[in-house]
């Protein structure tokens, strides 16, 4: 008869799967540093964003290796984060940092859904795929109409109209849209069989 704690069945591969992902990241890094200081790279050139989006990338992609549904608790943060990151990394290049009044909405919801959307789809688990597309979707819904209030009505970028979002937003909300509209004359799929999969 043994006393010993066992572990709940399946949880060990999750585990190693997890500590994997973590172990083959620290060797790409070490490697990359390594190489960088043999060969005199400065980062720093290259935009300080780059020290948001790279830890994010982390936590995304050990979080999106963890098949049980616990792996979301680093793959959100970590979609949150390199969202923030990429988000800066544009705000560096073009200057257009008062894109933050209406940004906001591609952290959150929109890049939950997307993480939502990737781990879903890794896991084939559409339940969450769906309200991971829905969630993502929404915060590209956000962005987009905030954005055209701020950029193309109240002119927050100090009245350049040759910004990249001011012409970029109107086309965004037409592909949306064309999206949207093509998306509704689909019949939709039976929502039975949505549950968890073993």
Do not use: K
Not at 36 to 50: A, H, K, L, V
Request: no cysteine.
């Amino acid at each position: 008869m043994s006393y010993g704690w066992h572990e709940p069945q399946g949880t060990g591969g999750d585990r190693n799967r997890g500590t994997l992902v973590v172990g083959l990241f620290l060797v790409l890094l070490g490697v990359f540093f390594l190489a960088s200081e043999q060969f005199g790279t400065d980062f720093g050139r290259y935009g300080w964003p780059i020290f948001v989006i790279v830890p994010g990338v982390f936590l995304l992609l050990m979080g999106l290796a963890i098949p049980h549904e616990g792996g979301l608790g680093a793959a959100i943060p970590g979609g949150i984060i390199t969202m923030v990151g990429l988000v800066l990394a544009f705000q560096d290049a073009t200057g257009a940092y008062a894109s933050w009044a209406y940004a906001w909405a591609l952290v959150a919801p929109g890049s939950v859904g997307v993480t939502l959307v990737l781990w879903g789809l890794l896991h084939r688990r559409w339940d969450i795929f769906d309200s991971g597309l829905r969630s993502a979707a929404m915060g590209l819904g956000l962005f987009i109409g905030f954005g055209l209030f701020f950029e193309n009505v109240l002119s927050i970028d100090g009245g350049d109209s040759n910004t990249v979002l001011h012409n970029a937003l109107p086309l965004m909300a037409v592909g949306l849209g064309v999206v949207i509209v093509l998306w509704n004359l689909f019949p939709s799929r039976p929502q039975s069989g949505q549950g968890p999969t073993p």
